[in-house]
């Protein structure tokens, strides 16, 4: 196969030479239309000239024999256009021409002569009369003038409708465009992706709000030119004819009372002090010929984070668990290993408090130090139960961006544009990064270290063959190396802590146990280490040839990856203490007794269940490579009606390693004997650079062995080429009068998922990763309860000689991770849109806009456990005997562990979406602006994943029980027959539809509001007319801009370890406010809790909702002991309680709606002027102007929702000036 490059020689030379058509999106704009007389007719070759009144430049043409005429590759600014033609009078406009906008002007000449002049009236809004597309344009007035929580300008991008940011997410970064999955919107600065290729939104940083002159989104319906179905245009600022410049500063300070009290326990803000400051300039190099523009912005932010969680009391680093207990009150007793008798039966500890002298103290000294003690008003609570602890840490964040661009007009025919821009990040944060230190440790758990930077080349070339004939051509590049650790990378924290460290690692370890309520999830844990250099080199180029009625456009796009990745490395380890250890053994079961032992008591005896460090391979050099042609024929069938037709194919070339360093699984090669791991092309494992012989040496003594793609007929690269992306596109667009147009149509798109998951979870696929382990209740045959039935020895403990440590000899005989792509259902991800839109002129200034948009998207990634471990209660329905403790016993292949995110990735999910849109926007005249547009989405998904959640993480039984960032949602994996309960035997499309299920990032319901509005008051107003000067200066010229939204709630399910038997959904007047766990709360579903223990309401009520009787209530765990456990007789007639949770839970996913919220942000701002060139504007920006707090997501099992916190910020104020000449 021909190489890339020699491809694009042998395309570029044909470009250049023969001017095959080709195209790009570049978010430049087009002016088109007709020529016409009184009665309609066309009027061929009229003369049409085209005026850039911001730069001088002027484009002439010849209106072709249809009257059309056409100019493209137009920069964003002011235009007037003039028709002149024999016998009849010159005909002109003015008008604007915005991000990425056709314009369409039919120009009406009237009899008369070329020296008269009639000067046509423009439209401040003009409405689209061609495409199907629907839009929304942010123009540098819209910019500046509303109040920005930040200046990033994706956070304006939610002012659209359609986009979506996720839950507990500001703006739009990682966009969820009508309901679609994140990496579905194309985010273009100047034509080049801006796109973060490793999570999917915009990269990590963005370029400075001055260098943006205006954007553009279209949310569906975009014709063939786009290769994704949403596609964000950001255009950048150009110089001009005139000098133009500013300087600006906006301060956020919060120690000098610019923010309101947070509803917080202790009503203390978080400290903010905030420097955002910079300034541009632009101008003409030669008049009318070349022009620059240059910007530098810069953040200097010093904050903090508020935290709250459950800590452990004095009395319980001191071995007092006399406070054990759950929120249903059953006491968790503590049982003492060294009593452990030779049946396996254990005594309590007296009291359920520890001695001193069985207390460990190396691994109590090194976790208590790293672990807070109570704080707050609530540091009294029961941390069993309640949060009884609460801070603010600090946060660092600086960034630096700069952009440099250069215009040259050589002539009317030939255009150059080049830009720069570099953009530079640096964050750190002391705590509350998954685990909360001691304030002043900064170097510990918790914390998190981030630097990214962006660099962006963009250059444009536009030439005329002839006025009918127009080629652009664009070459790009953009890098973004971004890298992510934690304040403890130089602390060797394993010596500290008494755990092993095998390769002499620095950095903090991850240590978790089982105490979930407790710290972060139970563990101490930090930010990964990771690293991703995203580099892309881009060509695109355009053509445009008008023929009669028809504007042909076509295209080819080249984009060349390298992406070098290296991702979440564990090797100062990732350890785990559970409750075995303090545990009772239930030898009916074969496990342990429910409510007893703690991993937290565990740790403080020194006993762990699993300890592991992990070799990795370091950086993974991938590559790929794009290309993209296209056919486009725009056809003006009659003045009124236009259609298109077009054509796009899309083709990725499978992933590939630099080094081969890539494995892949021969599904059909799976078997109770079988380890096999297929490697690319002709590879074999010692032709692999980089790996140890001893890593292949440990893999080969477990049993692994490698076979070559090409050995076995298996694609080469381990997936195979997908060559049917052919993505057709219609639109009609039926102009019934200049005041309003109908238009609709369909579009077929293709994109290939973010390499987050892909990457994030292949990490482990052996031989390229190792996980040296050791699996305390995988000792000496114990079938999975070694801690459980024996004494602990001195080998069991940590921090002593002879210590447990992990083994470098071998691989654990245990199931393995892996990642596997399955070659028979491999494609890219697809989209399908339709719309229909209504949009009417209703004045001069204002619009009216009735969409519809659905959308069904398939082939998208979705993981599938295969060769899953038979559930414990299948297992012993089937054979009648007691089921193996370790899962691996109980699957097909012993060992493989293809489940969850490290199961089976296939392209087979698919989506829904249905959305309703009505909008109304005016463009600012006579002192007011303002859009407003409702909202109706119902998006469904078998895989809500964002951008860089794991794949299938959320397991079988996936379902949104709150929050996410970065677009994050619930990713679940396809469970196989024999994971659900009475194993049946579904088809494969009966078990995807189990996951299908409501986003839970995409509000059904959204109201938004935005505008500037002049104040009526001072000279020449309506109010105070005839103020002098002094008064007028004070008074007058004030203007308020506004943010507004409104949503209905996020869908959200139940805690999958408890189970529905009723409706637990509460209207509005069952929703009750209580004190309970030390803490006001609101009950928003009837959830699973102790209602005696509630205080401050109405008990009768409460306990109507929330029986006392748990096996009443609506949700609560099965089995006769509310342990999730049935009793199941055996066929030698014995009864055992089998564990019910490794089985797909009958609950449904996501079928009820969180807490709605609302949010009001404003500005109040004033232009002073000292010259006729020279502005001073000062302005107050309020966010959250109203301080209204909004609710918690509740508790996913006792519906409860934490009414002492808030997930929004308080009232902030923020002052600025800028100063612009």
């Known amino acids: 196969m021909p190489s890339f490059l020699s491809l694009f020689r ?146 304006l991008f939610t002012l659209t409708p359609g986009v979506e940011g996720g839950q507990n997410t500001q703006g739009g970064g990682n966009p969820r465009t009508n309901g679609m999955m994140v990496g579905a919107t194309e985010i273009l600065l100047d034509g080049m992706s801006y796109v973060d290729r490793f ?64 509803v917080q326990d202790g009503n203390t803000p978080a400290k903010l002090i905030r420097n955002e400051f910079g300034g541009f300039v632009g101008g003409p190099i030669i008049k009318n010929k070349a022009f620059f523009f240059f910007d530098q912005e810069l953040l200097r932010q010093r904050s903090q984070v508020f935290a709250q969680t459950a800590v452990p009391t004095d009395a319980m680093w001191n071995g007092d668990f006399s406070n054990a207990v759950d929120t249903s009150g059953n006491k968790i007793v503590i049982y003492n290993p060294f009593s452990t008798d030779a049946n396996g039966n254990r005594t309590p500890f007296p009291g359920n408090i520890i001695p001193q002298n069985l207390l460990n103290q190396q691994v109590l000294k090194g976790f208590r130090g790293v672990s807070p003690a109570p704080q707050g008003p609530n540091a009294g609570a029961n941390p069993w139960i309640g949060l009884n602890f609460q801070t603010h840490y600090p946060q660092t964040t600086d960034s630096n961006s700069i952009t440099g661009r250069f215009d040259e007009i050589f002539s009317s025919k030939d255009n150059l544009s080049v830009r720069y821009t570099q953009s530079k990040y640096n964050y750190l944060q002391a705590g509350g990064q998954y685990g909360y230190p001691p304030l002043g440790i900064s170097n510990a758990t918790g914390t998190s270290s981030k630097t990214a930077n962006v660099y962006n080349i963009t250059t444009h070339f536009t030439h005329a063959f002839t006025p009918a004939f127009l080629n652009d051509l664009q070459l790009a590049v953009h890098r973004s190396a971004n890298g992510q650790g934690t304040g403890a990378d130089a602390v060797n924290w394993d010596s500290k802590l008494g755990l092993p460290n095998p390769f002499g690692a620095t950095g903090w370890p991850t240590v978790y146990t089982d105490a979930y309520n407790m710290f972060y999830y139970g563990g101490w844990d930090s930010d990964n280490h990771k690293a991703q250099n995203l580099t892309q080199y881009e060509i695109d180029d355009n053509v445009t040839l008008v023929k009669g009625r028809h504007t042909l456009r076509f295209g080819f796009k080249g984009r060349l990856e390298r992406n070098n990745v290296v991702e979440l490395q564990q090797a100062q380890g990732s350890h785990y203490f559970d409750s075995a250890w303090t545990g009772l053994y239930d030898p009916s079961a074969q496990q342990i007794t429910p409510f007893t032992g703690s991993g937290l008591a565990s740790l403080e005896l020194g006993l762990p269940a699993y300890l592991s460090n992990q070799y990795n391979r370091g950086f993974f050099y991938f590559k790929q490579k794009e290309i993209g042609i296209f056919a486009d024929d725009s056809w003006k069938v009659t003045p009124k009606l236009t259609v298109s037709l077009g054509l796009r194919w899309e083709f990725w070339t499978p992933y590939r390693e630099k080094y081969n360093r890539m494995v892949n699984l021969d599904l059909k090669s799976l078997g109770p004997t079988s380890m096999q791991v297929v490697l690319p092309d002709n590879t074999t494992l010692n032709g692999i650079p980089g790996l140890p012989k001893e890593v292949i040496g440990s893999w080969a003594a477990r049993g692994l062995t ?46 290939p998922m973010p390499l987050s998951q892909v990457l994030q979870s292949m990490r482990v696929n052996p031989p390229l990763n190792l996980r040296y382990d050791n699996s305390v209740n995988d000792a000496q045959g114990s079938n999975g309860v070694y801690a459980l039935t024996v004494v602990p020895t001195k080998a069991d403990t940590l921090g002593s000689s002879g210590a447990a440590t992990v083994s470098a000899g071998g691989v654990s005989s245990s199931a393995q991770s892996f990642l596997a792509l399955d070659v028979n259902k491999w494609s890219d991800n697809r989209m399908q849109e339709w719309t229909f839109t209504i949009e009417r002129t209703l004045m001069r200034n204002m619009v009216l806009k009735l969409s519809y948009t659905g959308n069904h998207g398939s082939n998208l990634q979705q993981n599938w456990d295969v060769n899953a471990p038979t559930s414990k209660y299948n297992y012993q329905a089937q054979t009648g005997t007691v089921a193996p403790v370790f899962p691996y016993d109980r699957q097909l292949d012993p060992n493989w562990r293809l489940t969850g995110a490290n199961g089976i990735l296939r392209h087979n999910g698919y989506s829904n979406s249905n959305s309703l849109q009505a909008a109304i926007e005016r463009r600012f005249s006579g002192g007011l602006s303002f859009q407003v547009f409702y909202a109706y989405t119902h998006a469904m998904t078998t895989n809500d994943s964002g951008g860089f959640s794991f794949g299938g993480s959320g397991g079988i039984n996936a379902s949104s029980t709150g929050g996410g960032s970065q677009g994050g949602g619930t990713s679940g994996a396809v469970p196989a027959n024999n994971e659900i309960l009475g194993n049946p035997n579904l088809s494969d499309s009966q078990r995807l539809r189990l996951l299908y299920t409501n986003s839970s990032q995409v509000p059904p319901q959204r109201l938004t509001w935005n505008g500037v509005y002049e104040l009526p008051f001072g000279k020449g107003k309506k109010y105070m007319s005839t103020s002098g000067r002094a008064l007028d200066a004070l008074v007058g010229g004030w203007q308020l801009g506004f943010i507004g939204t409104w949503e209905g709630g996020f869908w959200m399910g139940v805690n999958s370890g408890d189970y529905l038997f009723g409706n637990p959904t509460l209207s509005s007047d069952q929703r009750l406010n209580l004190k309970i766990f030390g803490q006001n709360q609101k009950l928003w579903f009837a959830g699973d809790f102790d209602p005696t223990q509630a205080s401050n309401v109405n008990a009768a009520a409460l306990q109507k909702i929330v029986p006392i009787n748990r096996g009443s209530r609506a949700l609560h765990p099965l089995g006769p002991k509310f342990d999730n456990r049935l009793p199941q007789t055996l066929a030698n007639g014995s009864v055992v309680q089998t564990p019910t949770t490794d089985n797909v839970s009958w609950n449904a996913r996501n079928f009820m709606l969180g807490p709605p919220g609302w949010n009001q942000d404003a500005s109040v701002f004033k232009y002073f002027t000292f010259t006729e060139r020279i502005k001073l504007r000062m302005s107050g920006d309020f966010f959250n102007v109203f301080n209204h707090p909004l609710l918690n997501n509740p508790d996913a099992r006792t519906g409860l929702i934490n009414l002492s916190s808030q997930p929004n910020n308080p009232r902030i104020i923020q002052v600025g000036a800028r100063l612009e000449f």
């Open 199 to 262: 999570g999917g939104g915009i990269s990590r940083v963005q370029p400075g709000l001055d260098t943006i002159q205006e954007y553009r989104i279209e949310t569906a319906g975009s014709g063939a030119a786009f290769d994704r179905p949403a596609t964000i245009e950001l255009v950048t600022r150009s110089g001009t004819n005139q000098f133009h410049g500013g300087l600006f500063e906006t301060l956020r300070d919060n120690y000098g009372g610019l923010v309101a009290r947070a």
């Open 10 to 155: 042998k395309f570029l030379f044909a470009v250049i030479c023969l001017a095959l058509p080709t195209a790009a999106q570049t978010g430049l704009g087009i002016v088109t239309g007709v020529v016409q007389d009184a009665s309609q007719s066309a009027i061929p070759k009229a003369a049409v000239e085209l005026t850039n009144t911001a730069t001088g430049a002027v484009k002439r043409v010849t209106a072709n024999g249809a009257g059309i005429f056409y100019f493209g590759s137009l920069p964003v600014g002011p235009y007037r256009l003039a028709v002149e033609a024999p016998g009849f009078n010159r005909w002109e406009r003015a008008f604007q021409v915005e991000a990425g906008q056709t314009v369409t002007l039919d120009a009406q000449v009237s009899v008369g002569n070329v020296e008269s002049k009639v000067e046509v009236s423009a439209a401040a809004t003009e409405i689209a009369t061609e495409g199907s597309q629907l839009s929304d344009v942010k123009t540098a007035k819209v910019i500046h003038d509303l109040p920005l929580n930040g200046r990033q300008i994706s956070n």
């Open 706 to 751: 490698a076979v070559s793609a090409n050995s076995i007929g298996f694609p080469s690269a381990l997936t195979p080429n997908v060559w049917s992306d052919i993505a057709p596109h219609l639109a009609l667009a039926y102009r019934f009068s200049d005041k309003w147009v109908v238009r609709g149509g369909y579009g077929t798109y293709y994109w």
